[in-house]
C-alpha cells in the first residue's frame, strides 16, 4: 500500500514507513498513539496514519462454526487515515490545533493470549474471539485508566470527553458499569457501531472524526480500546477551542 500511494500521489520518495500487522481492536488507538509520539520528536514532522482492516478475509467457507458466523455478521471492511502535525508544521502553516496529544499507555493482562486473535490454518485467518472480554473489561478496566489518569494529575471525573473503539454492545456495556461516568458518555461510539458495525482498528478513527465533527467543548479527552495480547490502548488528548 505504501508504494501505491507514493506513486499514485507523487509524494516524497524519502517517506519513513512504519508498517504494522495484528493489533486488531488496538491498532486504532495503538497507531494514532505511534503516529503522535512521531510527531512530538520531530516538530517539523507531518505524520500521516492510515488503518486499513479487511475483516471479511476471515470469513471461512466451509466452516459451519458458530464463531466463524458471528464473526462474518459482526466485522466489516473499513479503512481510515488522519494527519498529524508538529508544532512547529502547524505553527508555519497558521493551523491552530484542535487536539494535543497528552500521553498514552499499553497495559497487557498476563496469560490472556487466547481471548483474541488468529488461528491460522490451512483455509485461512480463523478469528479468535472469546465471550469473556466483556468480564475483562469489567474487571480491569477502570483501575487501569485511573492509574493512566492519575500520572497527569487527572481522574475519571475530569475526562469531558470518551473516545472508545466500538467492540459491541455488551463490551460497551462493560466499560459503562465500570466506570460509572453519569450520561450518556459513548453516544458517539454506539452511533459508529450502529453505522458502520465494528472495522476493527479503524473504528476508533472513525469515532474520532465524528467526535471532532460535533465541535467538542475545550477539556480532556480519552481514547481507548482493546487488542489481541489481550491488552488496552489508552491515549490522553487535550481538546482546545478552534
Not at 16 to 40: D, E, H, I, Q
Not at 60 to 75: A, D, H, Y
Request: aromatic share 10%; with cysteine.
Amino acid at each position: 500500500m505504501y508504494a501505491l500511494i507514493v506513486n499514485k500521489m507523487r509524494l516524497n520518495p524519502h517517506i519513513n514507513r512504519t508498517p504494522v500487522f495484528g493489533l486488531r481492536y488496538g491498532g486504532g488507538v495503538s497507531g494514532f498513539a505511534r503516529a503522535c509520539t512521531l510527531a512530538k520528536a520531530d516538530p517539523d514532522a507531518v505524520v500521516l496514519l492510515v488503518a486499513v482492516e479487511l475483516c471479511s478475509l476471515t470469513f471461512m467457507r466451509r466452516n459451519f462454526s458458530k464463531s466463524n458466523f458471528i464473526g462474518t455478521s459482526l466485522f466489516s471492511d473499513g479503512i481510515a487515515a488522519c494527519l498529524i502535525l508538529g508544532d512547529n508544521r502547524a505553527e508555519r502553516r497558521k493551523i491552530i490545533l484542535a487536539i494535543r496529544f497528552a500521553g498514552n499507555e499499553s497495559r497487557l493482562y498476563y496469560d490472556s493470549a487466547g481471548v483474541m486473535g488468529w488461528d491460522f490454518t490451512d483455509e485461512g485467518f480463523k478469528v479468535l474471539f472469546s465471550s469473556g472480554i466483556p468480564e475483562i473489561i469489567s474487571k480491569h478496566v477502570k483501575r487501569d485508566i485511573s492509574s493512566f489518569l492519575a500520572k497527569s494529575g487527572l481522574d475519571i471525573s475530569g475526562i469531558r470527553h470518551f473516545i472508545f473503539h466500538p467492540g459491541g454492545k455488551k463490551v460497551l456495556a462493560a466499560y459503562e458499569t465500570a466506570l460509572g461516568v453519569e450520561g450518556d458518555f459513548l453516544r458517539t461510539t454506539r452511533g459508529v457501531m450502529r453505522d458502520y458495525g465494528n472495522m476493527s482498528s479503524t473504528s476508533v478513527l472513525y469515532v474520532l472524526e465524528r467526535f471532532f465533527s460535533q465541535c467538542p467543548e475545550e477539556g480532556y479527552g480519552l481514547m481507548a480500546s482493546t487488542g489481541p495480547g489481550f491488552l488496552c490502548e489508552l491515549v490522553l488528548l487535550q481538546i482546545r477551542d478552534q
